[in-house]
């Protein structure tokens, strides 16, 4: 066996060949089409530049990027200035860019921008027609790849924040050819399924990679769909057409299943305040309840018809017990009266009289006989006496005059 080299001197080598060559030694001018651009956190921009199915990775660092003019984007025709020079840790040549200047758009932007234009002069976009997202489902259904970080992020954000969540995968083809044929029938069996709602969605990539959710097919798909559709295609910077067809676009996948699904807990917590809320809300018309209640019980007293017989009763009872001692007062007197005249006529009564000696004459006819003019001769009269009457006949009259009266 010959020698034998590290990784490292290999890289080294190679770096080598591209130091010492003239060409690449030199700063040079590429023309290509922009794609799977990123703009890091650090400030550097890393893209690749392609043209009729080649692809060279670039770099450009922060410290050039006051040169750049422009936002640079997926599709864009350009042409970038700088050299070329391997990377020695991961044995990978790229081009460090000074300067991009843009050269055009590319054909897939043009499309892009020519499809975007006119479903937007048809109202597609159109903010009526974007439907409310429903706040608590119970089926949620994903047409993405069976495989890869989407479907897995959308699946652990959803059952993270509600476990009883129903997660119905269409498992669509969402790159290369079929991709859009596949989406489309995703949509419609998800929605013929009867989802609650449903997310529409891959990961990133370059233009290429998301052109599937640029057809026009998958367009239609979800502005005809009858159940409410996210977007979630790509990372936050890529944008399609199904986000501006879409109810709602997400940012990423995870950011789609944030918006479809309520947190369960805080859906118990609210239920719970909401409970406790009403609770009190009872109690207290229960007690207005009560307070009117009592005040009309009173109120009722008051007029009642039964407090009122109860009234004039006691107004009878006492008016009764009046009237009877009045009565007795009357009796009492009258009694006192009777007694008196009973004295008094007792005083004159003539059984009296006829006790005492003395006779009552009277006629045939009952009428007393007081003195001699009363009588005639052969006249019978009745004697009554205090122990019987007899019956006489006048023979003989003696007639003294008033001087003996």
């Keep these: 066996m010959g020698s034998i080299y590290s990784v490292g001197q290999i890289n080294n080598y190679i770096k080598n060949m591209f130091t010492q060559d003239y060409l690449l030694n030199h700063e ?3 023309r290509g089409e922009v794609s ?12 690749t530049l392609k043209e009729n199915g080649s692809a060279i990775s670039c770099v450009m660092f922060s410290s050039y990027r006051r040169n750049l003019n422009f936002q640079m984007a997926d599709g ?8 070329v020079e391997v990377f020695v840790r991961d044995g990978k040549y790229q081009i460090y860019v000074s300067a991009v200047e843009r050269d055009g758009e590319g054909n897939l932007y043009l499309a892009f921008e020519q499809l975007k234009k006119r479903m937007e002069a048809e109202g597609m976009f159109a903010a009526e027609y974007k439907r409310e997202l429903p706040a608590h489902i119970k089926t949620l259904g994903v047409v993405t790849a069976p495989t890869g970080a989407a479907v897995r992020d959308i699946i652990s954000v959803a059952k993270r924040r509600n476990p009883y969540i129903q997660i119905v995968l269409y498992p669509a083809i969402v790159q ?26 891959r990961g990133g990539g370059s233009i290429e990679d998301l052109w599937a959710f640029n057809e ?6 979800i502005f005809q769909c009858s159940v409410p559709v996210i977007s979630a295609v790509g990372h936050e910077t890529d944008f399609t057409i199904a986000d501006f067809v879409a109810d709602k676009r997400a940012a990423t996948p995870s950011a789609a299943a944030e918006l479809a699904v309520e947190e369960f807990a805080k859906t118990e917590k609210s239920l719970e305040e909401y409970r406790i809320l009403l609770s009190k809300a009872m109690e207290q018309h229960i007690l207005r309840a009560r307070m009117k209640q009592q005040l009309m019980k009173q109120k009722l007293q008051t007029v009642s018809p039964v407090a009122r017989v109860r009234e004039y009763r006691m107004t009878s009872v006492r008016l009764t017990e009046k009237l009877d001692a009045q ?3 009357i009796i009492r007197l009258k009694r006192n009266n009777l007694r008196i005249l009973v004295e008094r006529m007792h005083a004159v009564s003539p059984i009296k009289r006829l006790n005492g000696g003395m006779a ?5 006819m009952g009428k007393r006989v007081s003195g001699v003019n009363d009588m005639r001769i052969g ?25 003996e009266e």
């Design 36 to 47: 799977n651009c990123k703009y890091h956190s650090t400030g550097h921009v890393y893209f």
């Design 28 to 30: 040079i001018s590429v």
């Design 327 to 329: 009565m007795s007062q």
């Design 76 to 83: 864009q025709q350009v042409v970038v200035k700088g050299k």
């Design 176 to 201: 290369g050819d079929g991709a859009a044929i596949s989406i489309v029938k995703g949509i419609e069996a998800l929605e013929n399924y009867g989802v609650d709602l449903m997310i529409v969605g």
């Design 360 to 364: 009552y004459l009277s006629d045939d």
């Design 216 to 221: 026009e097919a998958v367009a239609h798909a």
């Design 379 to 403: 006249e019978d009269l009745y004697i009554r006496m205090k122990d019987g009457e007899a019956r006489a006949t006048v023979r003989e009259m003696k007639y003294r005059g008033n001087d």
